[in-house]
């Protein structure tokens, strides 16, 4: 079942039942009274109701009262029988008269697939057990944190799941220890408990609900309340509610970024898969979970190129019609250049980030971003000298710090006038350090490279003297 249920009061208009069907997605709302069940609430019955000028009035007037539920032990028969009878949208879980959880017919459907056998369906199994692969793939140190997580789970009566990335990236076979948590329950109370026990410190953010366990030898996890959340506008911030690990999951980006591992003692190691992650993982296919995941927030939009190239994966069909879509309806301009410049950054820093920027421009999203940021033969041949230039240093200079994304930056606002190299850095909201490497700094470099194609027999000597003065990013 679905939990926290999303319900309405039996005042409420058929125009405010409609905001909050579209604002968590879902298709029917139960109508309740001090807890009590009245009756069930549609999305086609309230849209009609609205057309037919009808969206002041209260729903209490057009529910359905004629409502089948389950109880929390009901069988799949059961449950099968009830929502194909009675026709409903959903069907109420109600234990000691309380309304605790919803089972749509998707839901249904989808339990339906994953009792028959896969070679049947072309989706795969929602559930498995991992821990195998767990125990061959992770540090044993790693292992155990993951196990001591459950237990005080367990012992609080939360759920707690490894969520995301670390999941994707184990199926996958790719090293990642950035551990994020998922706690059905009350993540702050968890994070104290835990790090009480285990020698360690947590930073909590009451806000959010969420915290930072911090180990003596500075080791890190992230710890969250299970929530979901929604848009009130384009591009605006998110407004946070607190939910089950199904819908904290719904609210990610993409599929593969949706895979939960349990790891409370009694289900340890069992992989849940609610939108067919595995699926896409196994196809090398990024897909958005809704087609309005770009309007909500088009930063997703960077970060589907970048899992796209650093995974070797294909955006899919209709994700790559969204983003075109997205790109043409200029979504970008809501967002603040903090925003923006975050997600470029992150392209910026991979390991070979010069992919993922012929990609972005292939879309047209670093022109969207400002007219000046395109991307021509001459900027791409030296993007690609430049990647060889950076490798070269990584691999000789370990202990030399530097900042990678700032030498790919300058290379894209290569031959800028100042007018626009400060119309550039005011959209991505640089800090005035970055600002000034890349006004002066990048002038410096660029004159620096005009005066040596001049002077090619100086001495080495006089060579060192001149470059001496420049920082890393402006020599690379």
């Not at 770009?294 to 970060?303: A, G, K, L, N, W």
């Not at 043409?328 to 923006?340: C, Y």
């Amino acid at each position: 079942m679905s939990f926290p249920v999303k319900s309405v009061s039996p005042e409420v208009t058929l125009e405010e039942a409609e905001v909050i069907l579209n604002r968590y997605n879902i298709n029917a709302l139960p109508v309740l009274a001090a807890d009590k069940l009245l009756g069930l609430i549609s999305r086609q019955t309230v849209e009609k109701g609205i057309f037919h000028g009808l969206k002041g009035h209260q729903v209490v007037d057009y529910m359905n009262s004629e409502v089948a539920t389950v109880d929390p032990e009901a069988s799949i028969a059961e449950i099968r029988d009830r929502l194909v009878i009675n026709k409903q949208r959903v069907l109420p879980v109600v234990e000691d008269g309380k309304v605790i959880g919803l089972i749509s017919r998707t839901d249904l459907l989808h339990l339906l697939i994953s009792e028959n056998d896969e070679a049947q369906w072309s989706q795969p199994l929602r559930t498995k057990n991992i821990v195998s692969l767990m125990r061959e793939r992770l540090p044993k140190d790693i292992l155990e944190i993951l196990a001591q997580v459950g237990l005080v789970a367990a012992e609080l009566k939360f759920s707690a799941y490894v969520v995301g990335g670390f999941v994707r990236d184990l199926l996958l076979k790719h090293e990642n220890l950035d551990i994020d948590i998922v706690i059905e329950g009350d993540a702050i109370d968890f994070a104290r408990r835990f790090a009480a026990r285990f020698g360690a410190r947590s930073r909590e953010f009451q806000k959010f609900k969420t915290a930072v366990i911090i180990f003596p030898d500075g080791f890190k996890i992230d710890v969250a309340t299970a929530r979901t959340e929604y848009y009130e506008a384009p591009g605006a911030l998110p407004i946070v509610e607190y939910s089950s690990i199904k819908m904290d999951l719904y609210r990610r980006d993409f599929t593969i970024n949706t895979l939960a591992v349990c790891l409370n003692p009694d289900k340890f190691g069992l992989l849940v898969d609610f939108f067919s992650a595995q699926r896409d993982i196994k196809e090398k296919t990024i897909r958005v979970l809704h087609s309005l995941s770009f309007v909500e927030d088009p930063t997703r939009i960077f970060r589907a190129v970048r899992f796209e190239q650093r995974f070797g994966f294909t955006i899919g069909k209709m994700t790559e019609g969204l983003i075109k879509n997205a790109v043409k309806m200029d979504f970008f301009r809501r967002l603040s250049g903090h925003r923006v410049f975050g997600e470029l950054c992150q392209i910026l820093e991979e390991d070979d980030p010069v992919p993922a920027l012929l990609r972005l421009a292939e879309f047209d999203l670093l022109v969207s971003l400002h007219p000046a940021l395109k991307i021509d033969k001459k900027t791409a041949d030296a993007l690609h000298s430049v990647r060889e230039v950076v490798s070269w240093y990584d691999l000789l200079f370990v202990d030399t710090p530097y900042t990678k994304w700032m030498v790919y930056l300058l290379v894209l606002m290569r031959g800028m006038d100042p007018e626009t190299t400060t119309d550039v850095c005011n959209r991505l909201e640089l800090a005035p350090r970055h600002r000034e490497m890349a006004d002066s700094g990048r002038r410096d470099a660029e004159n620096f490279l005009h005066w040596i194609q001049r002077s090619p027999a100086m001495k080495n000597s006089e060579l060192y003297r001149r470059l001496s003065g420049f920082k890393i990013e402006q020599a690379l």
